[in-house]
């Protein structure tokens, strides 16, 4: 916006128009909340640790699912866990939105064949705004699939359209 | 510390009906065979006995031998009738250092072998297991319940070598 930079010596006003506001803070805070399920949980955590920093783009895991605006799906999703990830992410508050992480949760990865137990990819039970590749994706792709995530919310408006 | 052969010849002058206990090589290991109604027995015997005192259940394994009558169904897939399942026992001794690999048998058509969860409390869930994935019926266990697929699974067994994917489970396509 391009004045929040700037040094407010009084009390001041910033005129805007409220979309824009919106937008400003749904795209800078985007909330997810703590699930992690396999491998590519501990490439998320290493993420949101200081060296790659999750939080400097407004990422902050909460420790509830009606906390939260984002779930990543970092993992294998097993026929067991699938109906436990539908419900969190019915619990979450609207609008929400959800990064399929690695190969597993996109289409059941190597368990494509003989994954008994592996549901073939997360979005056969939850709608999946970005999908991030890899085996586990390193922190720069997950990062990489965040920032294609904040586009998809900055093209959104909450404001309906007279 | 004992040698095989020594333990062997413990097992077989306690337990001395020849049919129940004998020995045999699988790769590089000696395994002992044993009858499965007898396998509680001997579980107790290792344990208990001062000179053998297999205190430590490494692991227990449930094995489908694939040994039965194969039939070949239109869609390439097979049924198994007749042959057998197993289990092995790693056992060791960690006082006395030696080690020991048991080896029983059962019918696949009715799968049942004593459950050793009370001779070392660490197969409660190995047990658990081998019943979850291979189907074997672990008599006298205290909570015999699946413990890695869904609780509701109703599929069968998947280790089984003639399993069966469903197509759906809860709504959900299994295959890819």
């Known amino acids: ?162 | 510390m004992k040698t095989f052969e020594e333990l062997f010849e413990i097992l077989k002058n306690k337990f001395n009906e020849e049919e129940d206990i004998s020995t045999h090589k699988e790769g590089n290991e000696d395994v002992i065979l044993i009858a499965a109604p007898k396998i509680n027995l001997v579980a107790t015997f290792l344990k208990n006995e001062p000179e053998l005192n297999f205190d430590s259940l490494i692991l227990l394994t449930g094995v489908d031998d694939e040994n039965g009558e194969k039939t070949t169904n239109e869609d390439g897939s097979f049924d198994l009738s007749g042959g057998t399942l197993s289990v092995y026992y790693h056992l060791e001794s960690t006082s006395l250092k030696h080690k020991l690999i048991l080896k029983t048998s059962v019918p696949r058509e009715n799968p049942v072998c004593p459950s050793v969860a009370l001779v070392w409390r660490g197969s409660d869930w190995h047990e658990r297991e081998a019943y979850d994935l291979i189907g074997i019926i672990f008599d006298g266990h205290p909570n015999l319940s699946r413990i890695l697929m869904p609780y509701d699974w109703e599929f069968g067994h998947p280790l089984r070598k003639d399993y069966k994917n469903p197509e759906f489970y809860n709504g959900m396509k299994v295959p890819y």
């Open chain 1, 1 to 162: 916006m391009g004045v929040l930079d700037k040094e407010f010596l009084q009390e001041n006003f910033v005129v805007s128009n409220l979309d824009a506001v919106l937008k400003w803070a749904r795209v800078a805070s985007v909330w997810q909340t703590t699930f992690g399920l396999a491998c590519c949980a501990i490439e998320m955590m290493a993420t949101s640790a200081s060296h790659y920093d999750f939080d400097r783009f407004g990422l902050i895991p909460r420790p509830s699912p009606r906390q939260s605006d984002l779930l990543i799906i970092s993992g294998t999703v097993t026929l067991k866990m699938a109906s436990r990830i539908k419900r969190i992410y019915e619990q979450m508050p609207d609008p929400k939105y959800v990064i399929s992480m690695g190969s597993c949760s996109n289409c059941g990865g190597p368990y494509w064949e003989h994954g008994y137990h592996v549901l073939k990819g997360v979005d056969r039970v939850i709608p999946v705004d970005v999908y991030v590749p890899g085996c586990p994706p390193r922190p720069e792709a997950l990062l990489e699939g965040l920032l294609k995530l904040k586009e998809k919310i900055a093209n959104e408006s909450l404001i309906k359209s007279a």
